[in-house]
């Protein structure tokens, strides 16, 4: 288990989700819903409930519309979302993967397949690079939570398998079928999470540090981010940091 990994920018990077709140409160709704109506609408007995609706807190999103997502479950009228992947290439030969929740697959299709490749990607098949990712338990704290150290120590008390610690934060990585179990036993040492979500982590990253190829990447991921059906983008780019500063 090591204290800090190699690899950087794995997900989305950092502030995206503060934008364009009203999409993001939104997105939060449909998954708490999921959530709720693929099992129990109690968050104590529902571990993918639980961590939607945290995730919902940690961006300060009312206790109102956290219930009335929930409420909505059990209604009649609900619409049927199903979840979809999808994989492809982006700029500098960066590998994606595109998580969509979504009521109208061949709409949700279309446009992803748009976004990509106006923006210089292009989509795969099922499985094109997702053999390059490990599916993993992922558990996000802010920098407040404690130092490096700290969390280092708890997550291993946890039985984590690697944390990356920043100055914007502590990611702390589980295998998949030990996520809730590992989060639930970060709380007494670090409090309760930011995020505790199902992720993919790349194996190897890919340096991205030629600058028009690296704006050409941010502007695909904040195409697709903008998605209303659009939960989650991953991919194994790393921008050094000196080229995100000069794209501001």
Wanted: aromatic letters at 6%; hydrophobic letters at 40%; charged letters at 25%.
């Amino acid at each position: 288990m090591a204290g800090h990994s190699k690899y950087k920018n794995i997900m989305y990077r950092k502030g995206a989700q503060d934008k364009k709140r009203s999409s993001l409160f939104s997105k939060l709704s449909r998954e708490i819903t999921v959530a709720a109506k693929m099992g129990l609408p109690d968050p104590e007995a529902n571990a993918r409930l639980r961590a939607a609706v945290i995730a919902a807190r940690a961006q300060s999103m009312p206790k109102d519309n956290i219930q009335r997502s929930i409420d909505k479950a059990s209604a009649g009228d609900m619409e049927s979302y199903e979840e979809i992947r999808y994989e492809g290439f982006g700029p500098g030969g960066v590998a994606l993967i595109v998580e969509a929740l979504t009521d109208n697959r061949n709409r949700t299709a279309t446009n992803i397949r748009t976004i990509v490749s106006k923006n210089g990607g292009n989509l795969g098949a099922s499985g094109s690079v997702s053999h390059g990712f490990d599916r993993m338990g992922l558990i996000s704290y802010p920098a407040s939570a404690g130092d490096a150290d700290q969390v280092f120590e708890a997550a291993l008390e946890a039985g984590a398998e690697d944390v990356q610690s920043s100055e914007d934060g502590h990611e702390i990585w589980t295998a998949q079928d030990s996520l809730h179990e590992v989060a639930r036993a970060l709380e007494p040492a670090l409090g309760e999470a930011e995020g505790t979500k199902l992720a993919w982590r790349a194996q190897t990253s890919v340096t991205v540090d030629d600058e028009t190829a690296a704006g050409q990447l941010m502007k695909l991921i904040d195409a697709l981010d903008d998605d209303d059906d659009v939960q989650a983008v991953w991919g194994n780019y790393d921008v050094p940091d000196e080229v995100m500063d000069r794209l501001g």
